[in-house]
């Protein structure tokens, strides 16, 4: 990190020789639960509720209605205080509906995709292809077979291209 003495960036494995060995025990006990599947998957989780709030806000509010619609025309015939008492609270719903898509997204991913990671040992590409697959198909699985393996085949076919390109190497 810049600014920061060499060894002490975020999760490095930093120099830890000038604490006390209680110290060193506290910073070993913090790295192994910030490493643990559950801590990732609530991290990723409350991260994809706070990112998909703020999709949510965007998208509904441009969404509303012109004048030139039938449902526009009657919102427009509405006072401007029950106008917008209306679209606030449709932006909230909206925004509340996809943070809540996308914290579960998140924390279903994330939580497969390390429990993939610790039980074959390994960091690769496959780790993530499974667990879009698995999530993609979870998800899917409400509306049937067939809506499950169209889940299952497009979450992994995103996460394979998310994970190779995030591996690829850069250029300095």
């Known amino acids: ?25 506290m910073v070993k006990h913090m790295q192994a639960a910030m490493e643990a599947c559950p801590t990732k998957s609530i991290m ?10 703020a999709f949510g806000l965007f998208m509904s509010s441009m969404s509303y209605d012109t004048p ?28 509340y509906s996809s943070a809540k898509n996308f914290a579960l997204v998140g924390a279903i991913f994330s ?10 040992a390994k960091n690769d590409l496959a780790n993530g292809v499974a667990a879009g697959c698995i999530t993609g198909g979870a998800l899917g699985a409400k509306a049937g077979p067939s809506a499950a393996a169209i889940g299952c085949a497009g979450f992994a076919a995103f996460s394979a291209a998310i994970d190779y390109y995030m591996r690829m190497p850069s250029d300095h």
Do not use: H, W, Y
């Not at 920061?4 to 060995?21: K, N, Q, V, Y």
């Open 68 to 95: 030139l619609s039938a449902q526009g025309q009657q919102l427009t015939d509405l006072p401007v205080r029950e106008q917008l008492r209306r679209g606030f609270k449709d932006m909230g719903t909206r925004s």
């Open 1 to 25: 990190m810049p600014g920061m003495p060499p060894g002490r960036g975020l999760g490095g494995s930093g120099d830890i020789a000038g604490m006390s060995e209680q110290e060193q025990n």
């Open 111 to 120: 939580g497969v995709e390390c429990g993939i990671e610790g039980f074959r």
């Open 44 to 53: 990723a989780g409350t991260m994809g509720f706070a990112l998909g709030g």
